[in-house]
């Protein structure tokens, strides 16, 4: 589904990914973790879309297509889906019409007719109660004062009607309380499928207790310096991640 | 330094003194004399005054308008004014027509007017109950406030009085429709409303053109209102500015509210190619007033809202939120100055201006000011020019929102904010259309909002 060969990234002349690779299947969870300025969120933008980075080797094709060439808008609408770590505020615009612009442009874009009003209002409530919010969510303007466990809330609740089939969680568990991380952790564990693939950019293990990664990949200075299975992130609680930084400066 | 070379206007004024209504009001002679003396010496306000600093009025000099007496051929304008009217009419509000600057009974829907309640033209109420109108016009802003009070008294043909007693609540809103049909032609009104004790009412000034976007359509509209709340009366009035492209357009607002008085004012300012509104309020004790506006400029329009909230006595409170959306090379200006008296303890006062720049040849120029002389009070003020959030507009570009459409939306949210709170659904509904017939929509969907 998503293949990362030698990927080389700048913010400005400052290489910031020195040769990632990665190759994720469908339905597979992979969990990115590293310390501050590996370059983990930088990942998780670049595969996104988001401008301000330079692409200077190596490739990403998604579902056989090269997903750098294209368009932020065109990534999610061909089922690459962001939650932010730390959603933006868009005050004027109702999360339900943000909600209907986006699943309408993605039916367009799969050739499929508008969503009808009452499906629309039905699947949304649905969604909305599954993750434990008030419905009164929906008619307010996108994450406008919301709390921050609101606000990941809700990028899951975009996320749940959006149905994407390549989620990038960026350090989704950061400014939750557990009770808010429980819920987010189980509406995510409601959204695995086969056919779904998630790779979650997370600073501690904490997470990945809720949500049970298939692979670990540790990001440090712009390269995965180890991958393991879910044991690897036990590790690095116990141990940190200097000994592995130690490792690859000694390399 | 002549009088003559300050303004061309005033060796004009002796081919209409006097048919102009109230000839036989000595009162309102003084008036229009004083006020005519002092237009001859001062001519327009210019640029050196601080008040109107970044707006010059000068092509209004140079225009020479001039004030109609009588409606032009009334018969063959109904049809215009009916076709017109469809456009900007509200069906839930009764409503009275200037036409050029003239009160037009013939295109006025009263039908149920409560009979307890005053509305009619300013010509005739000044024949009807001068007594009364002695009492307000003139009071609530003077001559010298500036060149174009002084001017609007000299010259005013025709206008608005209303007058709502004491209990007495309007059950609709009465809207007044401003409009100009004759180019080169110069619609000079004084308003008068006055809402007594414990009366309610809500009034909305629509003012606009019937004539085509022509170069040689210009006109000038310099309406000058006089507001009076009483003790406990609640008023809310609109203005809707959507004067044609070439039309110059001046109006001032000037409100004095008695104790515990609620003023609310929403003030949309779309059309014109130069447009300076006033709106000054004076606050009695406890009294409340909020005072909203929405700018929306394109090509090359020039507007600009000047506001006072004048806190005269303790514990009342102001609430004021400007926006301002600027496109092309268009200019927007707002001052807006909070002035606390000395006794005005406990004044609770907050001024916000937002501004959204669109190009790079917009420009925004934004004074607040707050002069506080009481010590036990609570006043802020901000100020905000900029462009679109590049972050929002990633952000809903991964939520699949292209980004022309993101643009749009976020624009378009920016200044949904002020129409949004236009209670009355069919004033809301036609706001709304304006706003979004001023700015690209591709992508926003009206019916989802």
Redesign the interface.
């Known amino acids: 589904m998503l293949s990362i060969k030698n990927l080389h990234a700048n913010v400005g002349d400052k290489p910031i990914l020195k040769g990632i690779n990665l190759d994720v299947n469908p339905g597979e969870i992979h969990a990115i973790m590293g310390p501050n300025g590996s370059g983990k969120s930088t990942l998780a933008h670049i595969l996104?879309?988001?401008?301000g980075y330079t692409v200077t080797a190596g490739s990403v094709t998604y579902d056989n297509k090269d997903l750098i060439e294209m368009?932020?808008?065109i990534r999610?609408?061909e089922g690459v889906?962001?939650a932010?770590q730390y959603?933006?505020e868009?005050?004027?615009?109702s999360n339900?019409?943000?909600l209907?612009?986006?699943?309408n442009?993605?039916r367009k874009?799969q050739g499929l007719s508008e969503v009808d009003a009452m499906d629309f209002l039905t699947l949304v409530k649905g969604k909305v109660h599954m993750l434990e919010m008030d419905e009164k969510f929906l008619y307010r303007?996108v994450n406008e004062g919301f709390s921050g466990g609101e606000k990941k809330r809700n990028e899951i609740l975009?996320m749940a009607i959006?149905e994407p089939k390549l989620c990038i969680l960026d350090e989704t568990d950061s400014g939750l309380d557990i009770d808010a991380l429980k819920i987010v952790a189980e509406g995510v564990n409601s959204l695995r499928s086969a056919d779904r693939s998630f790779v979650m950019v997370t600073h501690y293990q904490r997470l990945l207790d809720y949500i049970k990664p298939d692979f670990v990949h540790v990001l440090a200075n712009g390269q995965i310096v180890k991958s393991g299975g879910p044991e690897l992130a036990m590790e690095l609680e116990e141990k940190g991640y200097s000994w592995l930084e130690d490792k690859q400066a000694a390399a | 330094m002549t009088t003559a070379t300050m303004s061309r206007y005033p060796a004009e004024y002796h081919t209409i003194a006097t048919k102009l209504p109230g000839q036989d009001l000595p009162w309102l002679k003084a008036l229009r004399a004083q006020a005519l003396e002092k237009f001859s010496i001062n001519g327009f306000p210019s640029p050196r005054d601080e008040d109107w600093r970044y707006t010059n009025v000068s092509a209004i000099e140079k225009k020479l308008f001039c004030p109609l007496l009588e409606i032009k051929n009334l018969s063959s304008l109904k049809p215009v004014v009916a076709e017109w009217m469809k456009s900007y009419q509200l069906q839930d509000a009764w409503s009275v027509v200037l036409i050029d600057g003239l009160f037009s009974a013939e295109c006025s829907v009263l039908n149920g007017f409560p009979e307890a309640v005053s509305v009619m033209g300013m010509a005739e109420a000044l024949s009807t109950q001068p007594e009364l109108v002695e009492n307000y016009l003139g009071h609530a802003v003077k001559n010298s406030e500036h060149s174009f009070i002084a001017f609007n008294t000299a010259w005013f043909t025709d206008g608005l009085f209303v007058h709502v007693p004491a209990k007495q609540v309007l059950e609709k809103p009465i809207q007044v429709l401003h409009l100009n049909t004759q180019a080169e032609n110069m619609a000079t009104t004084r308003n008068v409303i006055i809402i007594d004790d414990m009366a309610e009412a809500q009034i909305i000034e629509t003012y606009a053109s019937s004539l085509s976007k022509d170069e040689a359509n210009s006109y000038l509209t310099a309406a000058v209102t006089e507001v009076f709340v009483g003790r406990n009366a609640n008023l809310t009035l609109f203005k809707m500015q959507c004067e044609s492209e070439k039309a110059y357009h001046f109006g001032g607002i000037y409100v004095k509210e008695a104790q515990d008085a609620r003023f609310c004012h929403h003030n949309f300012a779309f059309g014109g190619l130069l447009a300076r509104s006033d709106i000054h309020v004076d606050l009695g004790k406890a009294s409340e007033c909020e005072l909203n506006g929405l700018y929306l400029g394109v090509n090359r329009q020039h507007i600009d809202n000047h506001t006072r909230i004048n806190h005269l006595e303790p514990h009342a409170s102001s609430r004021e939120m400007y926006k301002g959306v600027l496109d092309d090379r268009a200019r927007g200006v707002f001052q807006g100055r909070v002035i606390v008296a000395e006794n005005a303890q406990k004044t609770d006062s907050q001024m916000n201006n937002r501004n959204l720049l669109l190009s790079n040849e917009a420009e925004a120029d934004t004074k607040p000011q707050l002069e506080i002389y009481a010590d036990d009070v609570k006043c802020g003020h901000g100020v905000t020019v900029g462009q679109l959030d590049e972050k929002s507009i990633f952000y809903l570009q991964s939520r699949c929102i292209d980004e022309e459409t993101a643009r749009n939306m976020l624009t378009f949210a920016f200044a949904n904010e002020m129409v949004d709170k236009v209670e009355i659904k069919s004033l809301h509904d036609s706001v709304l259309e304006q706003v979004l017939a001023r700015f690209p929509q591709e992508g926003v969907n009206k019916e989802w909002l």
């Open positions: 996104s879309g988001k401008s368009a932020p808008e999610a609408r889906f962001l932010f959603p933006v868009i005050p004027g615009v339900i019409y943000l209907k612009a986006a699943l442009a993605i874009h303007a975009q959006l």
